[in-house]
């Protein structure tokens, strides 16, 4: 499957910890973008890696990309309360074109306990 | 700036009406248009996804199909719902043509209970 696949299904920490989560794939890719989702709400962007960069930065959110091992993390550093919702990762695979076409992960479970 | 509208927000259905979502965005011109389908605690599932107005391409077959009959609006439907349609439903939109990266944005979701 060309689908990503995380890990873990599920994660709870305390907040002011750092939370990291995992991103395998099989697939070639032009980029690989993580979301995040509330319950019960659509899927919000929140960082896009390309495939010729290994690592970047926004705010809190850290994602790291080894093409070579078909891999990326996210790390959320000293985690809030409010971080708590599901994160995916996604990617844009050689073949999408022009169709915006994304493969999305099953996604990560993340609690941040107060 | 760009908005992508969804309704209703939830609806509960018998097993075997229509079903007709509707997904509408604002601010942009020619976008990429998906719907998506979300089990509880699961991933999204790619329905349809459309570039263009009457172009619609289905991953999956099911019992639902898609329309695009203007350029920024997207609708879902099926003729005789079952109880496996029963799922969170996402509009999503991308930047057409020149939109490299595909970054998709997402609509709040429908939720749809079929009894």
């Known amino acids: 499957s060309q689908q990503g696949e995380e890990d873990p299904q599920a994660l709870s920490i305390q907040e002011g910890e750092n939370a990291t989560m995992n991103c395998s794939y099989k697939?070639?890719?032009?980029?690989l973008q993580w979301y995040r989702q509330n319950s019960g709400r659509g899927l919000v962007h929140l960082i896009l890696?390309?495939?010729?960069?290994r690592e970047k930065h926004s705010g809190r959110l850290r994602v790291t990309l080894d093409t070579s091992k078909k891999s990326s993390s996210l790390l959320i550093t000293a985690s809030r309360a409010a971080d708590t919702a599901s994160y995916f990762c996604a990617l844009k695979s050689h073949g999408s074109g022009n169709t915006g076409k994304l493969i999305f992960g099953q996604g990560t479970t993340l609690q941040v306990k107060p | 700036s760009q908005t992508i509208h969804q309704w209703p927000a939830t609806l509960v259905q018998p097993v075997g009406s229509p079903l007709s979502l509707e997904c509408t965005v604002e601010?942009?011109?020619?976008?990429?248009l998906y719907w998506y389908r979300q089990a509880a605690g699961r991933g999204l599932q790619l329905l349809f996804y459309s570039v263009g107005i009457g172009q619609i391409s289905s991953e999956v077959p099911q019992n639902l199909s898609a329309s695009r009959p203007q350029d920024r609006q997207f609708i879902l439907s099926s003729k005789k719902l079952l109880l496996s349609d029963s799922g969170f439903y996402l509009c999503?939109?991308?930047w057409g043509i020149g939109g490299a990266d595909n970054e998709q944005f997402f609509g709040p979701g429908t939720r749809l209970t079929v009894l």
């Open positions: 697939t070639s890719i032009n980029n």
């Open positions: 890696i390309r495939s010729n960069e």
């Open positions: 999503a939109w991308s």
């Open positions: 601010g942009t011109s020619n976008p990429n």
